[in-house]
């Protein structure tokens, strides 16, 4: 036998053979004694490359069995993930283990590790820096934007400075905090990208460091993250306020100077992500033992149906006719719409940008109201529109029936493309029943999408997927009394909200589906429901045409 292969595992040079090997030639490929080493250098045909033998790249640096000292690893488990000599291969611990060769794993992960290091330097880290370049550019253009509004906000308290001096000072107040709100939301996004930035350098470090090292132990113990990293940070998504001045009124000059629009911060999740959330997680939030109503609001409807949300205090509302009001809390019409088929509207909806939006299932259309002119957005073919939300993300979900009324769906637009249809479960059963047009719709926090089904006493949620994940049949612990779902709403502690008509009161669900209470408030046929910034319940009353501000967290 060799007596590199003894028991004792002696590695000899391999010129003499017979004095123990401490170089290494490179260039040759070659193992040496000291003395075999002097004179392999007086080769002048040739640069050799004489190192110690520790220090030799060209082949695997094997290490030493942990529960055999005297061997080395040179066979790879693969169910356990750890290489082994040979006496461990025969040992029986790893029978019927699949075995590999410790050079063609190490070879593998190799290349494994070379992969991930370009992924990284050529692809993921240019894109996360482009994002913190992108968000540096919108950090430096916001002292214009603010600037604008500031300016605006003085040259129209100069028409009116002494009556108005007051309301100047608030108005800039508010910007001054929306424009620090901003710059924090945008700060917070550097500081996210930034430390994901940190961390692909040190991976990409110790790549390198590993590979140069060859190192088996380290090479096998690899996990990669590259998955991790190809799903980019959030990018916040903000859009900026306005200011909306309006003709001088002495009599009304707080009212009459103008509003500015809501700050607007969402988050744009990257690449992977469909879904676009708020900057931070919302505070806690307990339920009040007791809600009541802080507002009341006659629409001058015969019968309401719809509401939702401009602000904390101006409303968009719908009832059984050609007109959309926009109201405040004392009642007072804003500003009204007429739908361009001269038919009552289905569903309304506030988009991030504070349009309005609407469905016309009489000429099939869904419809865009900016600066009081009427866009077309969707015209369906086969299908009416019925009832519809805007997401967090600037998308619409539409509910749909079919023209022959034996199908029902949900259906995600961005803009006029269609995204993502939602009709049946796993099992190709249909989610929704097809023979009640009353569907309306709201998606929730965790991107749940709930829908309410009068026909089958049901609300329907599935994820954003569109899997089936519960239907919410009506408090368990009551069943003497029908449910009978209509509006739905969502609020910033994914608690899912649901009218029950017939009963006068409204349910609120965990985003799970189960009944946490109800809400009562002497409620008369509740019907549609939204939710303001700050969590407040607007619930409209059918027959009363009233809609109702209720605090209830």
């Not at 060209?58 to 690893?73: G, L």
């Amino acid at each position: 036998m060799h007596p590199w292969r003894s028991a004792q595992h002696v590695l000899l040079c391999d010129l003499c053979e017979t004095v123990p090997l401490q170089r290494h030639c490179e260039l040759c490929n070659i193992n040496l004694c000291v003395n075999c080493a002097v004179k392999h250098l007086s080769d002048s045909s040739k640069r050799h490359n004489v190192v110690p033998f520790l220090h030799k790249k060209s082949t695997p640096n094997y290490h030493k069995c942990r529960d055999h000292a005297d061997k080395h690893c040179e066979i790879y488990c693969e169910k356990c993930g750890i290489p082994l000599c040979s006496t461990c291969v025969t040992s029986g611990k790893h029978k019927g283990h699949e075995m590999s060769d410790i050079l063609e794993k190490l070879s593998a992960k190799t290349e494994s590790l070379r992969k991930d290091l370009e992924e990284l330097e050529t692809r993921i880290y240019h894109r996360y820096d482009k994002m913190a370049s992108d968000v540096e550019t919108e950090k430096a253009e916001l002292e214009a934007n603010y600037g604008k509004l500031t300016t605006d906000a003085d040259e129209q308290g100069e028409i009116l400075y002494r009556e108005i001096t007051a309301i100047v000072n608030r108005r800039k107040s508010a910007i001054a905090e929306m424009k620090s709100t901003h710059l924090d939301a945008l700060n917070k996004n550097t500081e996210e990208i930034t430390q994901k930035i940190t961390e692909l350098k040190q991976i990409i470090s110790d790549l390198k460091s590993m590979l140069n090292s060859n190192d088996v132990s380290l090479t096998s113990t690899y996990k990669s993250r590259n998955s991790e990293f190809r799903t980019l940070p959030p990018k916040v998504r903000v859009t900026l306020p306005s200011l909306s001045p309006q003709k001088i009124n002495k009599d009304q000059l707080n009212e009459m100077f103008g509003s500015l629009s809501p700050l607007s911060i969402n988050t744009e999740h990257g690449d992977t992500m469909k879904s676009a959330e708020a900057v931070s997680f919302p505070p806690v939030k307990p339920l009040l033992d007791d809600p009541h109503v802080t507002a009341t609001i006659d629409t001058g409807y015969k019968y309401l149906h719809s509401v939702s949300c401009l602000s904390e205090d101006q409303v968009w509302t719908c009832g059984m006719n050609e007109t959309m009001k926009l109201l405040n809390l004392q009642s007072k019409q804003l500003t009204s719409i007429q739908t361009k088929s001269g038919d009552w509207p289905r569903d309304i909806a506030v988009t991030r940008d504070g349009d309005l939006v609407y469905t016309d299932p009489s000429i099939k259309t869904v419809n865009l109201v900016k600066n009081k002119q009427i866009q077309t957005v969707i015209t369906l073919q086969g299908w009416y529109p019925r009832y519809l939300y805007s997401t967090a993300s600037n998308d619409l979900l539409v509910t749909m029936e079919s023209d022959d009324r034996k199908q029902s769906k949900v259906v995600r637009y961005s803009g006029s493309t269609e995204k993502q249809t939602i009709q049946f479960d796993e099992q190709g059963r249909p989610l929704y029943s097809s023979d009640y047009d009353i569907k309306y719709i709201s998606e929730n926090r965790n991107l749940d999408i709930c829908v309410t089904d009068p026909s089958t006493s049901a609300v329907v949620v599935v994820n954003q997927s569109g899997k089936l994940r519960f239907k919410y049949t009506g408090n368990p612990f009551n069943t003497k009394q029908s449910f009978n779902p209509s509006g739905i709403t969502t609020d910033s502690q994914s608690h899912i909200m649901t009218t029950d008509s017939y009963n006068h009161r409204i349910h609120i669900l965990d985003q799970d589906g189960q009944f946490l209470r109800y809400i009562y408030c002497d409620l008369r046929d509740p019907y549609g429901l939204c939710v303001d910034i700050r969590d407040n319940l607007f619930v409209a009353e059918f027959g009363t045409a009233k809609v109702k501000k209720i605090q209830y967290l």
